[in-house]
């Protein structure tokens, strides 16, 4: 083998260890995305037993949007200018989990509805230094209304937990007591919910606003497109307001 490799130009030399590289990280990729499916099937068993138990009627799905999971992820707006070339984004995991208590009723007499997205990566955001993160393999908990949750609402309402995978017993248990003093609006736990909602949405404020200010129209090519970005920046910023 070595004396083959000395033959070898080393732009071929290269190619080859580049090559094997590749095939280890893929093959590494491929357990780890299979780790982490493995680790949502646990979690979806245990959270349907364990609210079925409770009395709730319990629908779990995994959580899907236009945009992910895909195979092939490429545009990030309406405009070709923020198309990106094809990404794999298909390790994204999170879980839509619908409580519905048929012993309490809502306004129209049906049962009381509780929707949450899980996430088997959590958004985040560090105030001291204003940076956002996404937090690999942590659980995150965004507990939304209507029918479906929005991503762009769940980075500023997003429950950070302290459970990391794998999940043990003790971390199942710990995110259904989680949810349960979601569904019961402890007030301890919705007071530190606001708090970091109103830290995170007076954030993505403050960027939009920056993010206006600094566009220098003139200098420009396309006006119309840093007209359109502005009109939209400036509605969402409205939309931020509570």
Not at 57 to 77: A, C
Request: hydrophobic share 35%.
């Amino acid at each position: 083998m070595c004396e083959e490799k000395m033959n070898m130009s080393e732009e071929t030399i290269e190619k080859v260890e580049y090559k094997a590289e590749e095939i280890l990280f893929k093959d590494l990729k491929a357990i780890y995305k299979q780790r982490r499916k493995d680790e949502l099937t646990k979690l979806k068993k245990f959270l349907k037993k364990h609210f079925s138990s409770k009395g709730f009627v319990v629908e779990i799905n995994l959580f899907s949007r236009d945009t992910f999971p895909k195979k092939h992820y490429r545009s990030r707006g309406k405009s070709e200018a923020l198309e990106i070339a094809p990404y794999d984004n298909t390790n994204w995991l999170g879980l839509d989990v619908i409580l519905t208590d048929n012993n309490s009723t809502d306004a129209d007499n049906t049962g009381t509805r509780y929707a949450f997205f899980i996430s088997l990566q959590s958004f985040d955001y560090d105030d001291n230094k204003g940076n956002y993160h996404v937090l690999m393999d942590r659980l995150g908990v965004y507990m939304y209304h209507g029918d479906n949750a929005q991503t762009v609402n769940a980075l500023a309402e997003m429950y950070t937990t302290d459970f990391d995978l794998p999940l043990s017993k003790k971390d199942l248990k710990g995110l259904a007591e989680l949810l349960e003093q979601f569904i019961s609006n402890d007030p301890n736990l919705l007071e530190k919910r606001i708090e970091r909602i109103k830290v995170r949405r007076n954030a993505a404020k403050k960027s939009i606003i920056d993010t206006i200010k600094n566009f220098d129209k003139k200098a420009m090519n396309n006006k119309k497109f840093i007209t359109d970005l502005i009109k939209e920046l400036e509605e969402l910023n409205k939309e931020l307001d509570y």
